[in-house]
């Protein structure tokens, strides 16, 4: 046994310091062994035990572990913003509503839907034209006004008509002026103060100085309680102390069937009702009441510029339910507005007789409110005389 381990053992013990040599070597040879090429993970198959912490070392403190954060609920989708709408106005397929409160055919639903047509292509969206007739326009603009305020629901406001329709209490209108957010004025038809070629009255103060000198002798003619061709003439006689014999007929074709059968002496018209029979020299013009002439009567002047301030139109415009977003609002009157300034279009109101006059939402918004005070102490007065009878 002895032996067999001397053959083993080197003869002579190495020293230390050989030792510790080898080992450093070793341990060197290792290190850039590691360095050289990464060693694949080895997959245990029991867990490894910690290493014991060297004891000259303190443990480190155990690291602060932030509790896991709650995941937060899923918030809900964003209502769809009022700008949102504008840019989705209006959505593709999906057609706008127009009323006009009127029957089909009149002049009120000629120009409508020639502006309609325009408005289409330049949203490119159908636009359905519906006819509401009935109660001199209050049932047409009852649903406008009740309609959801999304601008798919739009309406026809003749003025100044839809005034009456409100400020008469005995119609319990459920709406008002503020009801509706103007779009924009289309036409305006203003009235004439009409008299046969023949007639004696050459001008508006000829008919006046002859009213005031024989009052209620000359009979003026309108076509109902309320019109606006009777507010006309009561603002008038306001405005000069004049006093006529109000003849009230059912229509414009009716008093102008009168006038020419020498029946009434003065017909309160509009301009677009006496085209024919004033190129046919049967009437005389002897003034209209708007501020500015008509271009279709070259040569007749206003009454303003005769010295009475007295101004009488009928005008169209449209409108949309209150509440209707900005965005949109803006979008449909920009619409309406390109359409207007459009020389065809131009030419198809012309054919019509009646003017173009277009308003943009705030100057139409302040001319339906100025027209409103005007006529109101006109038809509390008239109401009044009702009464007393």
Known sequence: MRRSLRAILPRRPLKVSTLLAISIATAMALTLSACGSAAPAPTPTTAAKPAAPAATTAPA?????????AAEP???????TAATAATDFPVKGKSITLIV??????INDVTARALAAGVEKELGTQIQ??????????????????????????GIVTLPTAINTYLE??????????????LALHTIDPVTITVKTDSPYKTIKDLIDAAKAKPESIKAADIGVLSGKHLAILDLQKATDAKFAI???????????????????????????????????????????????????????????????VYSTSSR????????????????????????ADPDHQQK???????LRYMDPTQMATYWADMEVQLKPLIEEVLKEQQKK
């Open 61 to 69: 403190a155990p690291a602060a572990t932030a509790p896991a954060k």
């Open 74 to 80: 899923t918030k809900p989708a964003a209502a769809p």
């Open 101 to 106: 409160p009127w029957d089909a055919g009149g």
């Open 129 to 154: 034209v519906v006819n509401k007739p009935g109660a001199g326009s209050q049932i047409g603009l009852t649903e406008i006004a009740k309609a959801k305020p999304d601008g798919y629901t739009l």
């Open 169 to 182: 209490p005995d119609r319990k209108a459920v709406y008002t002026r503020k009801d509706f957010e103007s």
């Open 247 to 309: 003849v009230h007929f059912s229509g414009g074709s009716q008093a102008m069937t009168a006038l020419l059968g020498g029946h009434i002496d003065v017909n309160f018209c509009t301009a677009g009702e006496v085209p024919s029979q004033f190129k046919a020299g049967e009437v005389r013009i002897l003034g209209i009441l708007d501020k500015q002439p008509s271009k279709f009567y070259p040569g007749i002047t206003t009454a303003e510029s005769q010295g009475y301030k």
């Open 317 to 340: 415009g449209w409108a949309a339910p209150a509440g209707t977003p900005k965005p949109i609002m803006d979008k449909l009157s920009s619409a309406l507005k390109k359409v207007m």
């Open 349 to 355: 109101i012309e054919a019509t007789t009646s003017e």
